[in-house]
């Protein structure tokens, strides 16, 4: 039984950290590709890049703040991963931790929107929403992570109930 509890928390800490990888990652591409090309339909990025450089603004930096913030939440969930395997947390704490990983990154998304998509929609004077379905996903799967987190505890609940043989009204 021992030896299945590990091979589960590996097993979740790999997967949670494919998991936050694969959202950081649509985040910056949302953020620095999907959004600006969307938002000025017909330019190139680099047009695009190249017309805000010219207006003053600071596309490196916006550009360098994003991939710094995908970046922070891959080493968050390696850091996760280590930690909870070091310390032999169970399987479900381990879900938990990265549920929640995943659900800050809805703040964060919001935080990255701000970078290069402030400056498109100053210097063409659109508006400063995101463009693409892509941020409604990236929110969506946060309020998910969120609302799995207690569903989570209660499931691990039910079942160390259903294994001592209590009812969940006991």
Same mark, same amino acid.
């Given at each position: 039984?021992? %030896?299945?509890?590990?091979?589960?928390?590996? @097993?979740?800490? =790999?997967?949670?950290?494919?998991?936050?990888?694969?959202?950081?990652? @649509?985040? #910056?591409?949302?953020?620095?590709?999907? /959004?600006?090309?969307?938002?000025?339909? *017909?330019?190139?990025? !680099?047009?695009?890049?190249t017309h805000l450089s010219t207006q003053g603004f600071d596309v490196a930096g916006d550009i360098l703040s994003v991939l710094v913030a995908a970046a922070i939440g891959v080493v968050l969930a390696v850091v996760v991963a280590v $930690? $909870?395997?070091?310390?032999?947390?169970?399987?479900?704490?381990?879900?938990?931790?990265?549920? &929640?990983?995943?659900?800050?990154?809805?703040?964060?998304?919001?935080?990255?929107?701000?970078?290069?998509?402030? /400056?498109? !929609? /100053?210097?063409? &004077?659109? *508006? *400063?929403? =995101?463009?693409?379905?892509?941020? *409604?996903?990236?929110?969506? =799967? =946060?309020?998910?992570? @969120?609302?799995?987190?207690? @569903?989570?505890? #209660?499931? $691990?609940?039910?079942?160390?109930?259903? %294994?001592?043989?209590?009812?969940?009204?006991?």
């Open positions: 039984m021992r %030896q299945r509890v590990g091979v589960n928390r590996v @097993l979740v800490a =790999s997967v949670g950290v494919l998991v936050v990888t694969a959202y950081a990652g @649509l985040m #910056a591409l949302q953020a620095l590709v999907l /959004d600006p090309l969307e938002a000025v339909p *017909g330019q190139t990025l !680099a047009q695009i890049h $930690s $909870s395997i070091f310390l032999r947390l169970k399987p479900t704490m381990v879900a938990v931790l990265f549920l &929640a990983v995943l659900a800050l990154g809805a703040p964060v998304t919001f935080g990255t929107g701000f970078a290069l998509g402030m /400056d498109v !929609a /100053d210097a063409y &004077a659109v *508006g *400063g929403e =995101s463009h693409t379905v892509w941020a *409604g996903v990236l929110y969506m =799967s =946060s309020l998910a992570a @969120l609302v799995a987190i207690p @569903l989570t505890f #209660a499931g $691990s609940w039910a079942r160390r109930n259903r %294994q001592q043989g209590r009812t969940a009204l006991a």
